[in-house]
């Protein structure tokens, strides 16, 4: 069983940037397609981005589009999330989570593993 571990999380104000890492403990990903979700409180698990395992498809929920970015780097079996702009609607936890599959779903369901997640708060 794969294990997801994120980091990255924090409190930051309105217009900040963050960047998000998800590692795998004990196995390689890189044949995987990976994804970003988040929870708000009181609220339903989102998609925000996915990544095929090459890194030539990427896919984001409209509300993160052109703010933030999702990045792979097999070699170190890490994948990114570059949030810029951040906003007080942002604020959520955020989980990493993991395909046995090369292409990319926007999808919870079809993801196999995930992280416990790590919190982000946007703030004044």
């Known amino acids: 069983q794969v294990q997801l571990v994120e980091s990255g999380g924090g409190l930051v104000q309105p217009g900040d940037s963050l960047r998000l890492s998800c590692a795998p403990s004990?196995?390689?990903?890189?044949?995987?397609?990976m994804g970003w979700f988040r929870q708000a409180p009181g609220k339903e698990r989102e998609f925000v981005a996915s990544?095929?395992?090459?890194?030539?498809?990427?896919r984001y929920a409209d509300s993160v589009k052109d703010r933030f970015t999702i990045s792979r780097d097999n070699a170190k079996n890490t994948v990114y999330l570059q949030m810029n702009s951040l906003k007080p609607e942002d604020t959520a936890v955020y989980y990493c989570?993991?395909?046995?599959?090369?292409?990319?779903?926007?999808?919870?369901?079809?993801?196999?593993?995930w992280g416990q997640g790590t919190q982000v708060t946007v703030s004044p």
């Open positions: 004990g196995r390689t990903f890189s044949s995987n397609a």
């Open positions: 990544i095929s395992r090459s890194g030539f498809s990427t």
């Open positions: 989570a993991g395909r046995y599959s090369s292409t990319i779903s926007t999808t919870a369901l079809e993801y196999g593993y």
